[in-house]
């Protein structure tokens, strides 16, 4: 048996994911439509708040806005519920944040420009890009029970997977 490294992901590979949830992920970017002006997005399948995402600028936000929604697509359409239909309720989104706020980070330099900062709170773990005081790139997943990150991107799953 063959378990793929967590940090190699093959592009023949994902071409093949995406290929075979083709029609799903178009539903999914027909559904999903950029606001003016919006730098972030949280994101949630079947009632959790799973992640966040969020950029120091709209033009960085929009080029990767479909890559995100489609990652997050993926993970929908692995584990569709159809008894659960609804948004997360915004108290919930804002339990999300506040936590993603109050983590506790270590910084660290950066290969190019600003500063690393890694964070986790008691149900958020994270890290951002931050250049002076302005962040420029943030993202966040929400914790298990266990205290581990209870969301991992279809590619990282798909490569932990023994074959």
């Known amino acids: 048996m063959l378990a793929w490294p967590s940090r190699v992901v093959s592009t023949g590979a994902m071409a093949e994911i995406y290929g075979s949830y083709e029609s799903g992920l178009s539903d999914f970017l027909k559904a999903f ?56 309720p915004p108290d919930k989104v804002r339990r999300f944040m506040a936590s993603t706020r109050k983590g506790k980070g270590e910084t660290s330099p950066s290969i190019g420009q600003g500063i690393n900062i890694m964070f986790a709170s008691r149900t958020v773990s994270g890290a951002a890009l931050v250049e002076g005081d302005r962040v420029l790139h943030l993202s966040a997943f929400r914790k298990d029970g266990t205290g581990r990150v209870g969301f991992q991107r279809h590619s990282q799953r798909r490569n932990n997977r023994i074959y």
């Open 33 to 88: 439509q950029l606001v003016d002006w919006q730098v972030g997005a949280v994101f949630a399948i079947n009632g959790p708040v799973l992640g966040l995402e969020c950029f120091g600028c709209h033009d960085t936000f929009k080029r990767f806005f479909d890559k995100l929604v489609k990652s997050y697509a993926l993970d929908a359409l692995d584990n569709v519920d159809t008894k659960t239909t609804d948004s997360p």
